[in-house]
Each structure stands twice: as structure tokens, then as C-alpha cells.
């Protein structure tokens, strides 16, 4: 082998590893993306139910003042 086909060869190497690099870089970026969209899309839906649940904390406590009040002025 000469060293025109020895680099030719080497060059050839070089880029199928490099295109595996960046093939799998892109494939773990989606992974780690589709990861991300899922822990946000939990953490929405845990957000929402403690919202939920902070709204029906308020209601009881604005119904236990509202029946404090109505107590006291009697």
C-alpha cells in the first residue's frame, strides 16, 4: 500500500467514525429531549393537582371564616 491509498483509507475511517459520532450525538439529543418533555410534562400535571388542591384548601378555609363570622354576629 502506498501512502496516497494509506491516507485515502485513513480519511475514509476517519469520517464513517465521525458520522457514527454525530449520529449518535443526535440520537441522544432527541433521547435527553423526549426525556425532558416527559419529566415537564409530569411536572405540569403534579403542578396542576397541588393547584387543585391549594383552590379547595382555600375554599374550605374561606367557608370556616365565613361561618366564624356568621357564628360571631349571633
Known amino acids: ?9 485513513l480519511g475514509t475511517i476517519i469520517l464513517m467514525i465521525l458520522s457514527s459520532a454525530y449520529t449518535w450525538h443526535q440520537s441522544n ?16 400535571a403534579e403542578n396542576e393537582k397541588l393547584r387543585k388542591e391549594n383552590d379547595d384548601l382555600r375554599a374550605q ?3 370556616l371564616m365565613t361561618r366564624k363570622d356568621n357564628k360571631d354576629e349571633n
Open 1 to 9: 500500500m502506498n501512502d496516497q491509498q494509506f491516507y485515502q483509507n
Open 29 to 44: 439529543k432527541k433521547t435527553n429531549h423526549d426525556i425532558l418533555k416527559d419529566n415537564l410534562n409530569i411536572l405540569q
Open 61 to 63: 378555609v374561606l367557608s
